[in-house]
C-alpha cells in the first residue's frame, strides 16, 4: 500500500484556504496512491472554538474530502470539527475512493489546552479494512496512551494525525517508535508545520517507522508530500518469525 503524507501549514479558522492550500498539495503530485494522510484539524487548525469551524458530517469539508477521493481514486484521511447532536468531536475521516466514511471520535482529549471542555469524548477504536491491511486511526493526544493503543485487533497500521508543537517534539519522535515496536505495526505520525493563533510553533517530524522501529520515513520538516510503501508480506513474515504478539497482555479499559 502506497501512502501520502501532507505535511504543511494551516490557516487559523479557516476551512475555506484550507481546502484550497489542500488541494493543491492533494492534486499537485501525479504518483498513483492508496491513501492520503491529512493532520489534525486540517480544516482550522487546533482551535478551542468549535464553534467558529464547526460542520456537520453533511458540510462543505465531506464533501471536499469525497470528491478528491474519488479524484484521486484513493482513500483519504485527516481530522476536523464536526457538530453533532448539539456536541462537538475532533473526528477523524476515512473516506474510501467511492465517498463511503467510517468515522474515528478522539478519545484522550488535551486537557493542557482545555480540548475537554469544548469537545465530546470517543469511546472506541477503529479498525478500518482497506487494500489488504488492517489500519487503526488515532489523534494526537492518544499516542501517550499506550493502553488504548494496544495492538489487540491484530491491525498493521497504526496512524496519527497531530497539531504536536515543536517544545515536545522529542516525545513525538519517541513515541511513535515504541508504539510500532511494541504493537509490531507500521506506525505513521502526520504532523503540521508553521505557527497558530496561539503562538505555538510546529516543525513537523512526519515520519514512518516500520515494526521493528526503523525508520521507512525520517521525520521531515519541509512543507512537502512525502511517500512511501507499506509492505505486509514483510511485515507478517516478522511476525510469524518472532511471535513476539502472541504474547500480549489481555485487558479491559474502563
Known amino acids: ?38 493532520p489534525e484539524m486540517f480544516s482550522s487548525g487546533f482551535t478551542m472554538d468549535p464553534k467558529a469551524v464547526a460542520e456537520t458530517m453533511q458540510g462543505e469539508t465531506v464533501l471536499w474530502l469525497q470528491h ?7 482513500a483519504l484521511t485527516g481530522s476536523l470539527v464536526i457538530e453533532e447532536n448539539g456536541s462537538y ?12 466514511i467510517q468515522t474515528y471520535d478522539k478519545k484522550h ?15 472506541n477504536k477503529l479498525v478500518i479494512e482497506y487494500k489488504g491491511f488492517r489500519i487503526c486511526p488515532l489523534i494526537c493526544y492518544d499516542l501517550r496512551f499506550p493502553v488504548f ?5 491484530d491491525y498493521d497500521v497504526l496512524l496519527y494525525v497531530a497539531n504536536w508543537p515543536k517544545p515536545r517534539i522529542s516525545a ?11 504493537n509490531m505495526s507500521y506506525t505513521i505520525g502526520v504532523n503540521r508545520i508553521g505557527s497558530d493563533h496561539n503562538k505555538h510553533q510546529y516543525i513537523g517530524h512526519s515520519q514512518v517507522v516500520d515494526f521493528l522501529g526503523n525508520y521507512l520515513l525520517e521525520p521531515q520538516e519541509a512543507d512537502a508530500v512525502f511517500i512511501v510503501e507499506l509492505d505486509k508480506a514483510k511485515l507478517m513474515e516478522m511476525r510469524n518469525k518472532l511471535g513476539f504478539l502472541n504474547d500480549r497482555d489481555y485487558f479491559e479499559i474502563s
Open 68 to 74: 478528491l477521493a474519488k479524484a484521486r481514486n484513493c
Open 89 to 100: 468531536y475532533n473526528r477523524l475521516l476515512f473516506v474510501f475512493p467511492n465517498g463511503n
Open 1 to 38: 500500500m502506497k501512502i501520502a503524507l501532507v505535511q504543511t501549514s494551516l490557516v487559523w479558522e479557516n476551512p475555506v484556504e484550507n481546502r484550497s492550500h489542500l488541494s493543491q498539495k492533494i492534486m499537485g503530485f501525479m504518483e498513483e496512491v492508496d491513501l492520503i494522510i491529512l
Open 172 to 182: 513525538w519522535d519517541i513515541l511513535l517508535k515504541a508504539r510500532a515496536v511494541e
Open 109 to 123: 482529549l488535551f486537557t493542557l489546552a482545555g480540548e475537554h471542555q469544548h469537545y465530546t469524548a470517543g469511546l
Open 149 to 153: 493503543s494496544r495492538n489487540t485487533e
